[in-house]
Every structure is written in structure tokens, then in C-alpha cells.
């Protein structure tokens, strides 16, 4: 009881207990769970190895800590894409004589952590310890959360936004220079910074130090083109580079269409004009009445045992539409979330969450849009407001996280694309 006690109380404790559980989880689903499992044909067995944590960009990433950057203006997929700091601070923790793999999981885990600090020391300051336990809980349990542990930039990021935020929200503009500007050298997402500090300096009618430091969050991207301009004469190669990966911008309504019509008529019949078979839509709609019934007699059934009922359906549902439901559920209504708890959370890092959003979804594609958006801090202060409140709700939503991280982990072990 007093340990229970202690962590809860305790915001450093708290926040390291949620990354160690929340790790240990992808720890074993990753060493121990997948290789014993039968590999699909699409991917990669799983092995007992510091390997299993590096796969699709952190390749990448290994080519520009071991031949340095590279850039052809051919349309093609080139390492000038992918932002200098991560990078750099592998390579710097490589010196120390660690492989590149062993490097860039200790990099990404450990600003994982220092995120979760920050990103608890700042909600508490603004709403109390139970907002600050669910928001941190919510960050670290959130099944993509498997992106700040492998090799990803998602730990290092999260840090540098959210420490930068909280500097913003504290005045301190020397801080959100320099954590803003880390911030636009590791991910390009980073540059919604920017606006967010320019009209919260604006709307708040901040002194002048507010705009200057918003400006000097773009210094790392700066930088980046500088270096870009004297290396490979194109100081927006990192821009040009991106026709590799996609051939137009914008709203990807095709592929939101497409998603939305796998949810509705079933992932093996998303492609035809008629349906094939009537099981899954048929499945669906039993589920929605469920649903139906259970809001319209909870009076009569009772508290609980509507709870545990939207519990059921929920995962009936998962287990139905798969991975496609939970990243609509949270690109849109994560959208909305953030609209509805505006009042709540500070007005920078809610700009800074529809910046966020207007550059992930305009980038003419859905592929890993689910990833970004968890890269948005605002969403897990929004959504740790929400089960502060309803906190019954909220030990479902981690025991589904949970389940969903381990499912996840397995997945990227076996070098299948997740997001």
C-alpha cells in the first residue's frame, strides 16, 4: 500500500514505473514472444538480438550514421530525407564504442523517459496530479508508443516538443529556442512549433523575447538546409527528396475512402463494388444495436454492467475491423478530442496540434499518419484530461493499450510494416 502510495505521489517515480512496465511489455513480446510464433509469409523471423529493434527507417538511419547523408535530385528514395539529429547523437553514443543498434535503442528509450518527466511536471503544474498521471499513463501506454523504443525519432521528439511547450508556457524563451529548434532538427512536423509560439505570442500579447524565440525554433532546420545548400547545392533537397515516397500532396480522401469502406464492409472485400460477403457488415451492424441498447436501457442495466458491455463490444469490434478502426478512432477523433478540450490545455499546444494535423494529413498519403499523430503531445494532454475524469474508463483503455503494444511489438519483430 505504501509502495502504491509513493508511486502515485511521486511524479518522477510514476513516470519512470509507466516506462519500465509499458517497456517490459515490448520487451518480451519482442525477445521472447515472436520468435517462438509462426512467421507470416510477408515477414521475417524474430530473433533473440539487439536486431529485432531495428527495421524499416532505422535502416535509414544506420546508412547516415555509416556513409553520411546522400542526394540525387532523381525521385527516388534518398537518406537526405531524414533530419540530422537523431543521427548525430547515435553517432556520437557510437563512439563510446556501442553498435548502431545497441546506440540507437538506448537513445530513443532514454529521451522517451526524460519526456515522460516533462510531460508529467507540466500537466501537474496546470491540473493537478491525477491529469499528470493519466496524461503520462496515456503516452506511454499507447500502442505506438512501440516507436520510442525501436529505432524511430519518436522518443527524441517528443522530448524536444514537449519540453519546448512547457518552456513556452513558463516564459522561459531562452529554453524554447533551444528545445524548439532540437525540435525542427530532428522531425520536420517540429516547424508547427512555430506558428503555434507565433500566435500564442500574438493572442497573449507577449513581449517581443515570445516572437524571437518562436523564430529561433527554426534555427535547426535551418541549419539543415544550410548544410543541404553547401553539400548537394539544393538547401530544400530534404523537401525535393520527399517525391520518393509519395507523387502529390494534399488531403488523401481516396485513401480515407478506402479505409472507411474496409471498416464498414470488411478488410477482404474493401476492393470490390459489391459485396461478397454479407457476415461482416451484418456482424457490424449487430454490434452498433448492441451499442444502441446498452446507451438507451443503461438506466435499467445499471452502471457496470453497461460499462462492461461497450468493454466487450469495443474489442468485438477490434477484433472485427482490425488495425484500420484504431487509427481512423485516432486521427478523427483525436481531431475532435483536441477541439472539445481547446479550453483546457494551453493555447499553444493546442495551435500546435492543428498545425500538426493540417501537415500530417495533407501529405497525400494515410500510410503512417496514426504514427505522427502520436508524435502530437497536445493529444495525450487531451485525452489525459478526459480519463482524469472518467478514470473507470480510463484502466479499459490501458489494459487495451496493453494488449495492442504487445500486439504491435510482435509484429515489428517480425520486420512486418505496422505504420
Not at 535503442?105 to 501537474?124: C, Q, S
Not at 500579447?205 to 539544393?234: E, P, T
Not at 472539445?340 to 494535423?357: D, M, Q, W
Request: aromatic content about 20%.
Amino acid at each position: 500500500m505504501n509502495l502504491k502510495k509513493n508511486i502515485t505521489s511521486n511524479g518522477f517515480l510514476f513516470a519512470v514505473v509507466m516506462w519500465l512496465s509499458s517497456r517490459i511489455v515490448i520487451i518480451i513480446a519482442m525477445l521472447l514472444i515472436a520468435p517462438s510464433l509462426p512467421v507470416p509469409s510477408d515477414a521475417s523471423a524474430a530473433t533473440f538480438s539487439w536486431d529485432v529493434f531495428s527495421a524499416w527507417d532505422s535502416e535509414w538511419y544506420r546508412k547516415i550514421v555509416t556513409y553520411g547523408y546522400e542526394y540525387i535530385n532523381d525521385g527516388k528514395q534518398h537518406s537526405i530525407a531524414f533530419f540530422p539529429l537523431f543521427p548525430l547523437l547515435i553517432r556520437a553514443i557510437m563512439s563510446f564504442g556501442l553498435s548502431f543498434e545497441m546506440a540507437g535503442t538506448l537513445l530513443n528509450n532514454l529521451a522517451f523517459l526524460a519526456a515522460l518527466i516533462v510531460l508529467y511536471v507540466w500537466v501537474e503544474e496546470r491540473n493537478g496530479k491525477s491529469a499528470a498521471r493519466w496524461t503520462t499513463a496515456v503516452l506511454a501506454w499507447c500502442p505506438y508508443s512501440i516507436y520510442s523504443t525501436v529505432i524511430y525519432t519518436e522518443g527524441l521528439f517528443l522530448l524536444c516538443s514537449t519540453a519546448a511547450l512547457r518552456a513556452f508556457d513558463k516564459q522561459q524563451y531562452t529554453w524554447v529556442a533551444f528545445w524548439g529548434a532540437l525540435s525542427t532538427a530532428t522531425r520536420s512536423p517540429g516547424l508547427a512549433l512555430i506558428p503555434a509560439f507565433l500566435f500564442a505570442s500574438w493572442q497573449q500579447r507577449r513581449g517581443i523575447k515570445a516572437y524571437i524565440a518562436s523564430l529561433a525554433v527554426g534555427l535547426g532546420v535551418f541549419l539543415y538546409s544550410l548544410y543541404c545548400q553547401i553539400q548537394f547545392g539544393d538547401a530544400l533537397a530534404f523537401v525535393h527528396v520527399q517525391k520518393g515516397w509519395r507523387t502529390s500532396a494534399g488531403f488523401a480522401w481516396q485513401g480515407w475512402l478506402m479505409m472507411l469502406r474496409k471498416i464498414t464492409l470488411g478488410n477482404a472485400y474493401w476492393q470490390f463494388t459489391n459485396i461478397q460477403d454479407l457476415w461482416y457488415p451484418l456482424l457490424l451492424m449487430m454490434i452498433i444495436v448492441s451499442g444502441f441498447l446498452l446507451w438507451r436501457f443503461r438506466q435499467q442495466l445499471g452502471y457496470i454492467k453497461v460499462r462492461y458491455g461497450f468493454y466487450l463490444l469495443w474489442f468485438f469490434m477490434w477484433f472485427l475491423a482490425e488495425d484500420e478502426l484504431v487509427r481512423f478512432v485516432l486521427i478523427f477523433g483525436g481531431l475532435l478530442l483536441l477541439w472539445f478540450s481547446r479550453a483546457k490545455i494551453p493555447l499553444a499546444a493546442v495551435v500546435y496540434g492543428f498545425f500538426s494535423y493540417a501537415l500530417i494529413l495533407n501529405t497525400g498519403l494515410t500510410a503512417s499518419v496514426e504514427r505522427y499523430a502520436y508524435g502530437i503531445v497536445s493529444l495525450s494532454f487531451a485525452f489525459g484530461l478526459l480519463l482524469a475524469r472518467y478514470p473507470r474508463w480510463g484502466y479499459a483503455v490501458i489494459i487495451f493499450f496493453a494488449i495492442f503494444l504487445a500486439n504491435l511489438s510482435v509484429q515489428f519483430a517480425q520486420n512486418q510494416w505496422i505504420a
